[in-house]
């Protein structure tokens, strides 16, 4: 799978990021290019986490701790939501579908953009930063 990342280019939004990336289709003779635009307001919404959690749990390191082992909650629970999908558990069965995978990775993904903030970093520059290294290692 290739990915890359494109600031304010076409259609995008100013301080957009598009991402893109190449995924196999069974069925479908060439890749297909699946693309999500990343606006200011997913940006504007992390820092708005992070400044509700500031304010009402403090700024210290206990804080910072718990915010990233947040995501080990968050990861836990994308991976339950896989094995109910698959029906792992006899005596669940199938609980749970894609789209319930897929809303509990978007709470890691945006509770890693929460603790990137939580360091006092942009977290849009860093996952830009993040994007251009899996670029350059795909050779693009």
């Known amino acids: 799978m290739d990915t890359l990342t494109e600031r ?3 259609g995008c939004r100013a301080g957009a990021i598009r991402l893109s990336a190449r995924v196999p289709v069974f069925g479908w003779s060439g890749p297909l290019r699946l693309t999500v635009v990343v606006d200011d307001s997913i940006w504007a ?4 986490a992070r400044n509700w959690l500031d304010t ?5 390191e206990t804080e910072l701790t ?3 082992l947040k995501l080990t909650e968050e ?8 094995i109910g999908l698959l029906g792992q558990n006899p005596r669940k069965g199938v609980t749970h579908t894609r789209e319930d995978v897929a809303a509990e990775l978007a709470d890691v993904v945006f509770t890693g ?3 990137i903030e939580s360091l006092g970093l942009d977290a849009q520059t860093v996952l830009e930063s ?3 290294k899996v670029r350059s290692r795909l050779g693009e």
């Open 75 to 82: 990861v836990g629970e994308a991976s339950a939501a896989w």
């Open 56 to 60: 009402a749990n403090g700024t210290g």
């Open 66 to 68: 718990c915010r990233i």
């Open 45 to 48: 919404a992390a820092r708005a």
């Open 8 to 10: 304010s280019g076409r």
């Open 113 to 115: 953009l929460v603790a």
């Open 130 to 132: 993040c994007a251009n």
